[in-house]
């Protein structure tokens, strides 16, 4: 039997969250969506997920600092867990930043189709069993 990867969206905006939500519910992945980042780090106490796409202005905990905490925890069950940065802004550098910050990748809203599959994709390719079915088979 083949595993369902799990996969957790960290957005506060709620057109947002379904679009990212719909985009990925085309796969066979198990999606979660939470709405800020305090919650985030909350729902990795009783999930491991294998994919995150954090939003980096949230309320509570910004997405920054709930993806360090999140990248802590899996370090100590010696795990990793890639976490993309999602965000808006416009600001010159948001990308260096969010790298240099510890996200693993980055995409800009608005987001798309391609844009999150070839995300989701490269971060799961090794995970033969989370791909999901081609529509041909």
Same mark, same amino acid.
């Given at each position: 039997?083949?595993?369902?990867?799990?996969?957790?969206?960290? #957005?506060?905006?709620?057109?947002?969250?379904?679009?990212?939500?719909?985009?990925?519910?085309?796969?066979?992945?198990?999606?979660?969506?939470?709405?800020?980042?305090?919650?985030?780090? #909350?729902?990795?106490?009783?999930?491991? %997920?294998?994919?995150?796409? /954090?939003?980096?202005? !949230?309320?509570? /905990?910004?997405? %920054?600092?709930?993806?360090?905490?999140?990248?802590?925890?899996? $370090?100590?069950? $010696?795990? $990793?867990?890639?976490?993309?940065?999602?965000?808006?802004?416009?600001?010159?550098?948001?990308?260096? $930043?969010? !790298?240099?910050?510890?996200?693993?990748?980055?995409?800009?809203?608005?987001?798309?189709?391609?844009?999150?599959?070839?995300?989701?994709?490269?971060?799961?390719?090794?995970?033969?069993?989370?791909?999901?079915?081609?529509?041909?088979?």
């Amino acid at each position: 039997m083949l595993k369902k990867a799990s996969i957790l969206i960290v #957005e506060d905006d709620p057109v947002s969250q379904e679009l990212l939500k719909m985009l990925l519910d085309k796969t066979e992945w198990m999606v979660f969506i939470v709405s800020d980042g305090l919650a985030a780090v #909350e729902a990795t106490d009783s999930i491991i %997920f294998d994919l995150i796409f /954090m939003d980096i202005h !949230l309320p509570k /905990m910004d997405g %920054f600092q709930a993806a360090r905490i999140i990248k802590e925890k899996y $370090n100590l069950i $010696n795990r $990793n867990v890639p976490i993309i940065a999602v965000t808006a802004s416009t600001i010159e550098g948001i990308k260096e $930043n969010s !790298l240099r910050q510890g996200m693993d990748d980055y995409i800009s809203k608005p987001v798309n189709s391609a844009a999150i599959q070839s995300v989701a994709l490269k971060y799961l390719k090794n995970k033969q069993s989370y791909l999901p079915k081609s529509k041909s088979s």
